[in-house]
């Protein structure tokens, strides 16, 4: 039985201390619930701005830049070299770019690419996924598709497909990936997915259609109060300001109305002003910022299915906050990831442990196999150019210092030799293992233990165009990692 308190256990008269915990305690929520409006508006201004560029270049920082409306596209595949962390993939080239979709749509036209594994992902400022082009999404052909922001509508040339669904939000980002089958023929393949990288293009609705008149409306990025997410009160600021130019719940997503209304209260959301609200309720919602990042942290560690200690994602991924889950979409889609692939498009498994559950560790020898007796090789689509990879990162994010032996592409040729029954051994060590290696035998160099900030480390097995064991049911089971020593 619940009883009340006591009159003397309530704070005095006219204090504030119950306002700031309020702001505290839901402040906690519309954090979570609005982290990436806030990040994503940030990466907008330091990626397509010129103060951005500036500002990356005095900070020595390596970032994707180009102006809104415009792709950047990487030219080479990522090596341990490269240090700007996220986890970087060695399998496909990267093409970037934000879109303005306030004043009129744009059309992203893509060349036919009938020989590797392609796709470009389009997310909305919230970071949920809203449509993607590609092989397994769209087909290999030669097209120009519409690109048009929340409730447009309007004519739309015959050599432009209207046939993706409208964004949510008028910015958008995209990340492009051009499959690379082979990084060691002399650089040729490479040479082959650069120049289907250049045929990207991007062009205002009005450009393409001829009008002599261009939209009043200019193209510009938001300036964010602050680039650091750990601004507590930058983040509100900057969080406020992108959902007043970019509102939640916009159709064709789900109707977010109520939870906007209720985070209104302590200020949070479109049209809100932090400078209107209380000292009480802006230091609890400062609390509140430093609490609830510190909670993603945590949780962008990662939850869902585990096999072998490997952990799939939550089967929401890419779309978290469409299925109402605020915290995925905050965790490990922005803040791990920036955004996040659809299940149906891409899935990345990974594991920090052994098959015991013990953390691995770069002093430890250990062996994975694909045997075909245990599930073999992950399933996917070859017919959309589907392929998988494991790769070795430390704990900074970033590829192995050094190593020339930090992944295993599936597709690429010097990887399909395989030993007795159609097996393959990857060994996973620090030093070489004694040569020469058995047929179907493949080495992974972990970091040096004796650096503390690479020491330990993890893997990411990647499977593109996957079959629904690794995209839906999430019943094939990674290889266990046995240590050895």
């Given at each position: 039985m619940?009883s009340?308190?006591e009159?003397?256990?309530?704070?005095?008269?006219?204090?504030?201390?119950?306002?700031s915990h309020?702001?505290?305690?839901?402040?906690?929520?519309a954090y979570?619930?609005?982290?990436?409006?806030?990040?994503?508006a940030?990466l907008r201004?330091?990626?397509?701005?010129?103060?951005g560029?500036?500002l990356?270049?005095?900070?020595?920082?390596?970032?994707?830049?180009a102006?809104?409306?415009?792709?950047?596209?990487?030219?080479?595949?990522?090596t341990?070299?490269?240090?700007?962390?996220g986890?970087?993939?060695?399998d496909?080239l990267?093409s970037?770019?934000?879109?303005?979709?306030?004043?009129e749509?744009?059309?992203?036209?893509?060349?036919?690419?009938?020989?590797?594994?392609w796709?470009?992902q389009?997310?909305?400022?919230?970071?949920?996924?809203f449509?993607y082009?590609?092989s397994?999404?769209?087909g290999?052909?030669e097209?120009?598709?519409?690109?048009?922001?929340?409730?447009?509508?309007?004519t739309?040339?015959?050599d432009?497909?209207?046939?993706?669904?409208r964004?949510r939000?008028?910015a958008v980002?995209?990340?492009?990936?051009t499959?690379?089958?082979?990084?060691?023929d002399?650089?040729?393949d490479?040479?082959?997915?650069?120049?289907?990288?250049?045929?990207?293009?991007?062009?205002?609705?009005?450009?393409?259609?001829g009008?002599?008149?261009?939209?009043?409306?200019?193209?510009?990025?938001?300036?964010?109060?602050?680039?650091?997410y750990?601004n507590?009160?930058g983040?509100w600021?900057?969080?406020?300001?992108?959902m007043?130019?970019?509102?939640p719940?916009?159709a064709?997503?789900?109707?977010?109305a109520?939870?906007?209304?209720l985070?209104?209260t302590?200020?949070?959301?479109?049209?809100?002003?932090?400078e209107?609200?209380?000292?009480?309720?802006r230091?609890?919602?400062?609390r509140?910022?430093k609490?609830?990042?510190?909670?993603l942290?945590?949780?962008?560690?990662?939850?869902g299915?585990?096999?072998?200690?490997?952990?799939y994602?939550?089967p929401v991924?890419g779309?978290?906050?469409?299925a109402s889950?605020?915290?995925?979409r905050?965790?490990?889609?922005a803040?791990?990831?920036i955004?996040?692939?659809?299940p149906?498009?891409a899935?990345?498994?990974?594991?920090?442990?052994?098959?015991?559950?013990?953390?691995l560790t770069?002093d430890?020898?250990?062996?994975?196999?694909?045997?075909?007796?245990?599930?073999?090789?992950?399933p996917?689509h070859?017919?959309?150019?589907g392929?998988?990879?494991?790769?070795?990162?430390?704990?900074?994010?970033n590829l192995v210092?050094?190593?020339?032996?930090?992944?295993v592409?599936g597709?690429?040729?010097?990887?399909?030799?395989?030993?007795?029954?159609?097996?393959?051994?990857?060994?996973?060590?620090?030093?070489?293992?004694?040569?020469p290696?058995?047929?179907?035998?493949?080495?992974?160099?972990?970091?040096?233990?004796a650096?503390?900030?690479?020491?330990?480390w993890?893997?990411?097995l990647r499977?593109?165009a996957?079959?629904p064991e690794v995209?839906?049911?999430?019943?094939?089971?990674?290889?266990?990692?046995?240590?050895l020593?």
């Amino acid at each position: 039985m619940f009883s009340l308190p006591e009159l003397e256990d309530l704070p005095p008269p006219g204090t504030e201390e119950w306002e700031s915990h309020y702001a505290y305690t839901l402040g906690l929520q519309a954090y979570i619930y609005g982290f990436p409006w806030m990040y994503l508006a940030q990466l907008r201004w330091l990626w397509t701005s010129e103060g951005g560029k500036k500002l990356a270049e005095a900070q020595h920082r390596s970032m994707p830049w180009a102006p809104l409306n415009s792709f950047f596209n990487v030219d080479h595949l990522a090596t341990p070299e490269g240090r700007t962390g996220g986890s970087p993939n060695h399998d496909t080239l990267y093409s970037v770019a934000w879109l303005d979709l306030a004043a009129e749509p744009m059309v992203v036209s893509v060349p036919a690419i009938t020989d590797r594994f392609w796709c470009v992902q389009m997310c909305c400022i919230d970071s949920d996924n809203f449509t993607y082009i590609g092989s397994k999404a769209t087909g290999s052909a030669e097209a120009n598709y519409l690109v048009g922001g929340p409730g447009w509508h309007g004519t739309v040339p015959a050599d432009v497909l209207d046939v993706l669904p409208r964004a949510r939000t008028p910015a958008v980002l995209i990340f492009g990936r051009t499959g690379v089958n082979d990084d060691a023929d002399g650089g040729a393949d490479l040479q082959k997915a650069r120049a289907l990288q250049l045929q990207y293009r991007i062009t205002p609705l009005s450009v393409w259609a001829g009008q002599s008149q261009r939209p009043s409306h200019s193209p510009h990025a938001q300036v964010p109060a602050g680039i650091d997410y750990e601004n507590a009160l930058g983040s509100w600021i900057t969080m406020n300001r992108a959902m007043t130019e970019n509102p939640p719940g916009a159709a064709p997503g789900i109707d977010q109305a109520e939870l906007l209304r209720l985070f209104a209260t302590i200020g949070v959301g479109p049209g809100q002003m932090l400078e209107d609200r209380s000292p009480a309720t802006r230091a609890g919602l400062q609390r509140a910022a430093k609490h609830g990042l510190r909670l993603l942290r945590q949780m962008a560690k990662g939850r869902g299915k585990s096999i072998n200690s490997w952990h799939y994602p939550p089967p929401v991924i890419g779309r978290a906050g469409q299925a109402s889950d605020f915290i995925t979409r905050a965790a490990m889609q922005a803040l791990a990831g920036i955004s996040a692939h659809d299940p149906e498009q891409a899935v990345y498994v990974n594991t920090a442990k052994d098959t015991d559950g013990n953390t691995l560790t770069s002093d430890g020898v250990y062996v994975m196999t694909f045997d075909p007796a245990q599930g073999g090789f992950p399933p996917y689509h070859k017919e959309f150019h589907g392929f998988w990879s494991v790769t070795m990162y430390g704990a900074d994010y970033n590829l192995v210092k050094g190593s020339d032996n930090y992944f295993v592409n599936g597709y690429y040729p010097r990887f399909q030799a395989l030993g007795p029954g159609g097996t393959m051994t990857i060994m996973i060590q620090r030093t070489p293992p004694a040569s020469p290696l058995p047929t179907g035998t493949y080495w992974l160099q972990t970091p040096d233990p004796a650096d503390p900030t690479t020491a330990s480390w993890y893997l990411i097995l990647r499977v593109y165009a996957p079959g629904p064991e690794v995209s839906f049911i999430q019943s094939w089971a990674p290889p266990a990692i046995q240590r050895l020593n």
